[in-house]
Nanobody, 126 residues
Framework: QVQLVESGGGLVQAGDSLRLSCAVS????????MGWFRQAPGKEREFVTY????????YYADSVKGRFTISRDNAKNTVYLQMNSLKAEDTAVYYC???????????????????WGQGTQVTVSS
């Protein structure tokens, strides 16, 4: 049984930073791409970023490019999302996900991820 547990969310002001973590347990997802998605109230779940299983390739949604950075530590089975210059529109529940996808065309779509965390709330006040 694979478990993904996100942490690090909270309430911050616009311009602040947060670092989310996603700890994987149960089995390794080292050969899986790992992604972050988010869902705001009343909106569909949207892609934020993903990182390839080697860590050598990353891809970001235009809305977060230049502000967010994804990284992974396969030795610790953990994925991180560093979020800087946060904006009110970044407010959402953030989900970590693991999937066997290898291209940006597939890794940007939530249906290509098999494993999901329970989400962590990020609230940015303006």
């Amino acid at each position: 049984q694979v478990q993904l547990v996100e942490s690090g969310g909270g309430l911050v002001q616009a311009g602040d930073s947060l670092r989310l973590s996603c700890a994987v347990s149960g089995r390794t997802l080292r050969t899986n791409a790992m992604g972050w998605f988010r869902q705001a109230p009343g909106k569909e779940r949207e892609f934020v970023t993903y990182i390839s299983w080697t860590g050598g390739s990353t891809y970001y949604a235009d809305s977060v490019k230049g502000r967010f950075t994804i990284s992974r530590d396969n030795a610790k089975n953990t994925v991180y999302l560093q979020m800087n210059s946060l904006k009110a529109e970044d407010t959402a529940v953030y989900y970590c996900a693991g999937g066997e996808c290898y291209t940006s065309a597939r890794c940007t779509r939530f249906e290509n991820y098999k494993y999901w965390g329970q989400g962590t709330q990020v609230t940015v006040s303006s």
